[in-house]
């Protein structure tokens, strides 16, 4: 009872972070995560995981389960789906491009971030903060002549 509480608890865990992670888009960690997640519950359900017993008593109850609970065996199909799953994933990793599809970061050579070409430069406006310590307020001042006060 404890084992399947425990499992149970964990697979929850997990389910709920891989809701998450789907949550920020990210389809393909979720996926893994949940199929990872099922491990525990499919593992208690077919009988694999037990606190507590003999190991030969274990054993001999286990074989008579397997014929007789439909539990069990829904067990091991919880545990094809969550293998079945975490194939599929490694199989579309595979054929996605290096990065995954995703803008790297930072480009290798850049010394500073791109500026997007929808906005434009402000490299007039600026003054170089080695000028002085007030290049802050200046921006202020700015502000505040061109509403007029």
């Known amino acids: 009872m404890l084992t399947t509480t425990l499992c149970a ?35 208690a359900m077919a009988g694999l995981v037990t606190l507590g017993r003999k190991v030969g008593t274990a054993t001999a109850h286990w074989a008579a389960d397997l014929v007789f609970k439909p539990t ?15 194939g ?17 970061a930072a480009v290798p050579g850049a010394s500073s971030p791109a500026i997007p070409s929808g906005r434009p430069a402000a490299a007039g406006r600026r003054k170089s903060s080695a ?18 006060i």
């Open 131 to 148: 000028d002085s310590g007030l290049s802050d307020f200046a921006d202020v001042e700015e502000i505040l002549k061109r509403r007029g």
């Open 72 to 86: 069990v065996w829904m067990g091991f199909g919880v545990l094809a789906v969550a293998a079945m799953l975490y």
């Open 9 to 43: 608890a964990l697979s929850a865990g997990g389910l709920a972070i891989a809701m998450l992670t789907a949550y920020r888009r990210r389809f393909l960690a979720a996926t893994r995560i949940a199929a990872v997640s099922l491990l525990p519950v499919g593992l």
């Open 88 to 104: 599929i994933t490694r199989l579309i990793s595979a054929r996605l491009p290096e990065g995954g599809g995703r803008a790297p």
